[in-house]
């Protein structure tokens, strides 16, 4: 009798362990899940790989050239996302996507970052940085034969607008008063709706308009306009709760801002851009 009850009293004793082992686990994971998941500070080094969303149609942030014969994704939003993989000493995977899409590449953990001249807005479900690019100056491109009609925010009253779809410049664009505003995913169409006056202006960031102008002699900046946004300049967005990393992020954009290498990448992209026009 009395080794039954010894037994007995072994396996309910062994039974709690094995309970209290496992709650403990349990716990643990709970508590470490966003700090263990791939796109974590710890799950990239893990890995050995950054992955970084951006949309290649925005110069000079990022675009596309040929380098020796082959077709490479350039920009100064690259060069802050060669940094930033250097610094945690991993490689840089760029996954180039439509504008729109970025922003869900975080949320299904697909992309690691987002670097897309992307601003912070309220209703954007993602963590950001602080602005690596502060003083961000925003233009209107219009066609050339429109340049006497367009030189003052009060003569879009009416007219149309078009904007990259999901970027701030449809808030920016939205403040103009009396305008419409049209959404398309990308620039290049954009650029075509212009040039087919379905749309008569485009908002879009002063390196990025300077560019396009560049490109099209039937098109031109509204020189006397220059529009700003209240939320700043651009920051790298990161999948919402990702905290460790956002932090060790604003750490590295302090680096960069006080070595003033935004405004030197910022510089050697808009040459290779400018470039690229000429050779075209």
């Excluded at 950054?50 to 942030?61: C, E, K, R, V, Y």
């Excluded at 912070?120 to 602080?130: H, I, M």
């Excluded at 954009?190 to 002699?217: F, H, P």
Aim: aromatic residues 6%; proline residues 1%.
């Amino acid at each position: 009798m009395k080794k039954k009850i010894s037994l007995l009293i072994g396996f309910i004793i062994c039974f709690n362990l094995l309970i209290a082992c496992n709650n403990g686990k349990q716990i643990n994971s709970d508590s470490n899940s966003v700090e263990f998941k791939s796109y974590s500070l710890k799950g990239i080094k893990s890995k050995g790989k950054l992955i970084m969303g951006t949309s290649a149609d925005f110069p000079p942030n990022e675009f596309h050239v040929l380098l020796d014969g082959k077709d490479t994704i350039v920009g100064y939003d690259i060069s802050i996302g060669k940094y930033i993989a250097d610094k945690l000493g991993v490689e840089l995977e760029i996954k180039d996507m439509e504008f729109n899409n970025l922003l869900g590449g975080l949320s299904t953990g697909m992309l690691d970052i987002v670097i897309a001249g992307m601003v912070n807005e309220p209703d954007r479900d993602a963590n950001f940085t602080k602005s690596y690019d502060i003083d961000e100056i925003h233009k209107i491109l219009i066609r050339k034969s429109d340049k006497d009609k367009f030189q003052s925010e009060s003569d879009f009253n009416g007219a149309t607008l078009g904007v990259q779809t999901g970027s701030i410049q449809k808030n920016i664009a939205e403040n103009i008063e009396g305008s419409k505003v049209k959404e398309l995913p990308a620039l290049n169409t954009l650029i075509m709706e212009l040039k087919t006056e379905k749309v008569d202006g485009i908002v879009i960031s002063k390196e990025v308009a300077e560019s396009y102008e560049q490109t099209n002699d039937d098109i031109v900046i509204v020189e006397k306009i220059n529009l700003t946004h209240e939320n700043g300049g651009a920051s790298i967005a990161l999948k919402t709760g990702n905290d460790q990393l956002t932090e060790y992020l604003n750490e590295i954009i302090d680096e960069l801002i006080e070595l003033d290498l935004v405004e030197k990448w910022k510089a050697e992209a808009k040459e290779l851009s400018d470039k690229e026009i000429k050779n075209d």
